[in-house]
């Protein structure tokens, strides 16, 4: 250099750095400079001053320059650098350092480089103890055991877990793993440290396999049963496994493994024969080992992470101290228990008293599943790696639970949290990090949407641990400065099983003073501190990578494929290809007998999925460095190339799917003929793959994936899917049906029980034949088995019982024929009352369906439809009228297309209401309903009336005209966000107030109850009672103006739990009888039922249409009427009428007219009000506030000291 010093710079540039980079200055980055003439004098003229003055260095030509200037009074520095790329704080810390080293060397100028310190003592301080208290003591006593055992003696009786229809409450989950814990002592004869398997998916019996080892004192070795056979050996043989737990389809996959094998779900039944009073006691000490979970080892082999009771113990109680874990009531196991990355809601849960949701393989890998159970139950809490929370996404639909989502596994990415801020602002985002070794995690943290980072910090430590980021040769790495992250305290792991070199070369002594840990974990993480003390993920300092949540050695994976014949040269890296997707990719030098697709069969039988290369570069040679090593930067970039035969789609099916690939693929023409996986595809992109087929209306099952890889294959399976999917029951129904809730209601009233109907008279065009409507009905009955519905009382337990079941198929067709010269509307209200009288529940037949010929006079026929109430409610006719319609509008009618595909029964719905009746979900509505019972206040009547019966029933009926009907279901509902029952209750409550004084209403509302809380119960079609009446207690809450009002009912309706659906779960479905007679005395004064818009159930151009003449009476003169007052609402040619059925052995007529005229005066005042209103306006249920805040409390939030100042908008 000396030699060629007057050589430009920028042509020294030009030679060696061919590419410019305009973000970095070239070659270097940082410069040095030292001014080193400290005799140098200030050059004097005559009758000139010159005094030398310091340089301001305004700009920064390189990222960091230090100067260095020599003079006299010493040696003084100054530090000049790129604001863009540093913190004042950060060169700040280089300066401090830079003069500690100064220091070190003038005192220790003999001493090697690498021992000189850098840190100040303050600094080590700093860094060993104050980084290391996390702020709260931890008692770190007990076992798992001992802290399940005190969640027991809680909450009994709340539910553990759910899986499917299966559930288990604390006690029987305690009182099951007790006793096949006592099982495995007896059998397996086991001592402390000894190891049982379980080679399960995730299901019900899983979960109380692993909790049944713990507490038989041994620790559980999770095997993924989709491992391959070698590897589960491998595992097993190496852990010396007493037993191995399975399900009993997995019986023929484990026929050659030299183990005791127990199949849980089978055998377990002999175990129940146990008696409970057994003496048992558990060998689990919290030195014990809890689990072993094996992770990817260098050597070609897994290794098996050893964690005991205290670990775990350790990490709960820092997890409940750091983010109050317990809050959250409910929990989604997102991923497998062969990774310990599900451990954080498994124990959170288990250990808290929380309900764990679990899921099969399929459903985790299916987003519109997953998406459809999280609306439908309360999920509070889950832990998922990042790809594979993105890949559940819908469209622009988050998965996201109600309180707390924790990242972890991988790197979170901040766009992730910014879209579920935008979604959703109410849940906490929590990072987590911690490799298997430190027992799920050591660090977190709490992330704040609106604060604007580079990367998401991991955090802080949370339990009782230490961590220490330090450089190559073991020393401190200050703050800002990169080094591998070193943990300790006592969730850190006992070793690797049966590998002492292993662990000795991972776990070493403790190098610091000050420090509390005897033995530190070298996690072989790339890390740094921020100014804000808090450590951030940077990458891995060794070949080890994370694949989908899992920690892959590459060096492991090179190991297995140097095994295979033909393999000269291998390297394995993880690395982004043309497209920015990241994926494995093997570079190989190969001979005679390779074959690509020979190697990825072979690796199949040896690694996992996850671990088998997407992408396979051959060689003529590997590029290699000066010392002789494989020169990875020089290995070419990967890329998917085109060199395939294209075959186009030729159907429909094939062309969305050949769009869904290429725009997750991210390849530009895919044939149908191309293979998924060597596109790129895996299994993360099959998730989203399934979803967005089935957003286009394709039904894909996850496995489809797996079977079917090409396009070509993967379409005749959509097309097979959708004959298959429908798992409804199909045919002529037979055997017993449950009661639903109102059914159970119906049967309590007790008296004249055949005689509850619901009828429909319709005028019909005379073309319609005899033939053709007797034809029709004959298949509407075969489609429609709930008009086939028969009942047997029977005594169960002393008590008198009604059954339900589907009879015997009959004809429902009637005809009846009115003669010349009748009074037409006599006739025919005549011929109604017969059939509305004639129906016997204990023989069956519920319906009748009859043509009723008019004169030639009339223009019309009639036809008269009934059916008892038990077999049908008011949906039910809608679609009866519809088939009727539709059939009877077709010249050909293909009856078996007609009785195919079926939607689910009404006995598919009411075993799912009665499984959700026992659900913690349901169980905790409980004191709702009770609180209501007790608010519940008689209302005041005119006379005193024992039991007034319907022949004393009286209806006034009274009409909104068409121009504030219109306004009712329209434009009204816009000021308050709210719907037409809204504001009619909102109405009816305020008509009671001012008719009785009445500050509080005991309604009874009925619902259509078909509500969407099961994600594979579709009852669109389906006919029968499925009516939802509850109680519900309106009041204005001293409300003085009409908004309120509004807004006083809107908010007491939406606070009501899964809309009332639970109240009939817990009066008449619940298995316990003190829970059912709880509510027995839950009474009210006024049913309201709202039956919508009679004008949309019949066409206008249609066959049928409303017939004018009376039907009698569609229940029984004789049956009592219990309620003090009926209200039904309905639209007809565009008028709500309202009806009012009262006994006039309670109220006189004039009463009842008030209260009529009174509701509607109060509604048209509403819908004025809300017409007029110019600003929309929210209450707390609009943002999901309804248990927090009432709509007063809300309000204040938006109040101004100046109540003039109209700058305040709501949201």
């Avoid at 004042?88 to 280089?94: K, N, P, Q, R």
């Avoid at 816009?974 to 009816?988: K, P």
Wanted: with cysteine; hydrophobic share 35%.
């Amino acid at each position: 250099a000396y030699d060629h010093i007057a050589v430009p710079f920028e042509k020294v540039v030009d030679r060696v750095e061919k590419t410019r980079d305009k973000s970095r200055s070239s070659l270097f980055q940082v410069l040095f400079v030292l001014n080193n003439n400290p005799d140098a004098k200030v050059a004097e003229f005559s009758g000139i001053t010159i005094e030398s003055m310091p340089m301001d260095h305004d700009i920064s030509k390189f990222d960091l320059t230090i100067f260095a200037e020599d003079s006299p009074e010493g040696i003084s520095f100054s530090f000049n650098y790129c604001s863009d790329l540093f913190n004042a704080s950060t060169v700040s810390g280089l300066r401090s350092h830079y003069e500690n080293l100064l220091d070190t060397i003038l005192v220790n100028s003999d001493s090697s480089i690498g021992n000189l310190a850098m840190l100040s003592a303050e600094e080590e301080e700093i860094l060993i103890v104050d980084y290391n208290a996390v702020g709260y003591a931890l008692s770190g006593e007990g076992t798992v055991l001992s802290l399940f055992e005190e969640q027991v003696s809680k909450t009994p009786d709340a539910i553990a877990y759910v899986y499917n229809d299966s559930r288990m409450t604390y006690k029987e989950l305690d009182e099951a793993s007790t006793k096949l814990a006592y099982y495995y002592q007896q059998t397996y004869g086991l001592e402390q440290n000894d190891l049982i398997g379980i080679m399960m998916d995730t299901s019900n019996w899983s979960f109380l396999g692993v909790l049944s080892i713990l507490k038989s004192g041994a620790g559980y070795v999770p095997i993924d049963p989709a491992l391959p056979k070698e590897r589960q050996l491998y595992m097993l043989e190496e852990a010396k496994v007493k037993g191995l737990l399975i399900e009993s389809s997995s019986l023929f996959d484990v026929i050659e493994f030299s183990v005791p094998v127990f199949s849980i779900d089978i055998q377990y039944a002999d175990i129940e024969a146990i008696p409970e009073s057994v003496s048992f006691s558990s060998l689990a000490t919290p030195e014990t080992t809890a689990y072993v979970v094996y992770t990817s080892g260098t050597t070609g082999q897994p290794k098996g992470v050893q964690i005991s009771h205290k670990n775990l113990v350790d990490y709960y109680q820092g997890l409940e101290a750091r983010i109050a874990i317990s809050n959250n009531k409910s929990f989604g196991l997102m991923s497998s228990l062969s990774a310990d990355l599900g451990n954080t809601v498994l124990y959170g849960s288990l250990l808290s008293g929380g309900t764990l949701h679990l899921f099969s393989k399929e459903t985790l890998m299916d987003g519109v599943k997953l998406q459809s159970y999280f609306k439908s139950h309360q999920i509070d809490c889950i832990k998922i790696v990042p790809s594979h929370w993105q890949a559940l996404r819908v469209d622009s639909e988050l998965l996201l639970p109600i309180r707390t989502i924790i990242f972890g596994g991988d790197v979170l990415p901040i766009s992730f949290v910014k879209d579920i801020a935008a979604q959703d602002a109410n849940v906490e985002i929590v990072n987590h990090y911690g490799p298997t070794e430190s027992t799920i995690g050591k660090l977190l943290h709490q992330v704040d949407p609106n604060f604007d980072c580079v990367r998401i910090p991991v955090g802080r430590l949370f339990s009782d641990s230490e961590a220490f980021i330090v450089s190559s040769d073991m020393s401190l790495c200050p703050i800002g400065v990169s080094g591998e992250l070193l943990l300790g305290g006592s969730g850190i792991s006992k070793g690797y099983l049966n590998r002492e070199d292993l662990t000795q070369e991972k776990f070493i002594a403790n190098p610091f003073a000050n420090s509390k840990s005897s033995t530190l974990y070298r996690t072989g993480d790339l890390v740094r501190r921020n100014s804000l003390g808090e450590i951030e993920f940077l990458g891995r300092v060794d070949d080890q990578v994370k694949i989908r949540g899992y920690r892959v050695e590459l060096k492991e994976i090179s190991r297995v494929i140097q095994g295979y014949e033909g393999i000269v040269q291998i390297e394995v890296l993880f690395k982004e290809d043309s497209t920015g997707i990241k994926r494995l990719v093997s570079y190989l030098v190969v001979e005679d007998g390779y074959s690509e697709s020979g190697l990825k069969s072979y690796l199949s039988g040896l690694v996992p999925d996850y671990m088998v290369p997407q992408l396979y570069i051959v060689l003529d040679q590997m590029p290699l460095t000066s010392n002789g090593k494989i020169d990875r930067k020089a290995l070419p970039d990967p890329e998917i190339t085109n060199q395939r035969t294209y075959v186009a789609p030729s159907t429909k099916v094939e062309e969305a799917l050949v769009t869904i690939w290429q725009n997750l693929l991210n390849v530009e023409q895919i044939g149908v003929t191309d293979n998924f996986f060597e596109l790129g595809g895996d299994s993360i992109i099959v998730i989203q793959v399934v979803s967005r087929a089935k957003k286009k209306g394709y039904q894909i099952q996850v496995q489809d994936l797996f079977d079917y890889q090409t396009i070509a294959e993967l379409a005749v399976a959509v097309e097979q899917n959708s004959k298959r999917l429908n798992t409804a029951e199909q045919g002529f129904l037979e055997g017993e049906v449950p009661l639903s809730p109102i059914q159970h209601w119906f049967f309590d009233r007790g008296e004249a029980l055949s005689y509850f109907n619901q009828a429909v008279l319709l005028s019909m065009d005379k073309g319609i034949t005899k033939e053709q409507l007797e034809k029709t009905v004959d298949l509407i009955a075969k489609r429609h088995d709930a008009l086939r519905f028969r009942y047997t009382k029977e005594i169960v337990q002393q008590e008198e019982e009604w059954k339900q079941f589907y009879g015997e198929s009959t004809n429902l067709y009637r005809t009846e024929t009115i003669e010349k010269g009748k009074d037409v509307a006599e006739a025919i209200t005549a011929i109604c009352v017969k059939y509305q009288e004639s129906f016997d529940i204990e023989k069956g037949d519920l319906a009748r369906f009859i043509l009723i010929e008019t004169p030639d006079s009339e223009a019309y026929n009639r036809f008269f439809m009934v059916a008892h109430h038990l077999a049908v409610d008011g949906v039910s006719w809608r679609f009866i009228i519809d088939d009727l319609e539709t059939l009877l509008g077709e010249e050909t009618v293909d009856e078996t297309l007609y009785l195919a595909n079926k939607n689910n029964s009404f006995r598919d719905w009411i075993n799912k209401l009665k499984n959700f009746a026992e659900t913690e979900e349901i169980e905790s509505q409980l004191e709702y309903w009770q609180q209501i019972n007790y608010d519940y206040t008689l209302l005041p009547t005119d006379f005193s009336a024992n039991k007034p019966t319907r022949e004393t029933k009286k209806t006034y009926e009274a009409i909104l005209n068409q121009e504030y009907t219109k306004y009712l279901l329209k434009e009204a509902n816009a000021a308050y966000s709210t719907e037409i029952n809204d504001l009619m209750l909102s109405a009816l409550q305020m008509t009671f107030e001012d008719v009785f004084d009445t500050q509080r209403l005991a309604l009874g509302f009925e619902g259509h109850g078909r509500e969407n809380i099961f994600t594979d119960i579709d009852l669109a079609g389906t006919t029968g009672w499925f009516t939802n009446k509850y109680p519900v207690i309106l009041s204005r809450n001293g409300a003085k103006t009409e908004g309120d009002s509004i807004k006083s009912v809107k908010e007491a309706l939406r606070k009501i739990p899964t809309k009332g659906m639970g109240y009939g779960c817990l009066r008449y479905l619940h298995s316990s009888k003190e829970i059912r007679n709880s509510l027995k005395d839950c009474g009210w004064d006024v049913v309201f039922n709202y039956l919508g818009q009679i004008d949309n159930v019949l066409n206008k151009n249609a066959i049928f249409s409303s017939a004018p003449e009376n039907s009698g009476d569609h229940i029984s003169p004789t049956s009592l009427l219990e309620e003090k007052f009926i209200v039904k609402a309905i639209i007809v040619n565009n008028e709500l009428r309202i009806s009012w059925d009262y006994s006039e052995e309670r109220y006189r007529p004039e009463t009842v007219k008030k209260l009529a005229n009174k509701f509607i005066e109060n509604l048209t005042q509403l819908v004025e009000h809300c017409i007029n209103k110019e600003e929309r306006e929210v209450t707390p249920s609009d943002f999901g506030l309804s248990d927090a805040l009432d709509f007063k409390e809300f309000d204040a939030l938006f109040e101004t000291e100046n109540s003039q100042d109209e700058s305040v908008l709501r949201f």
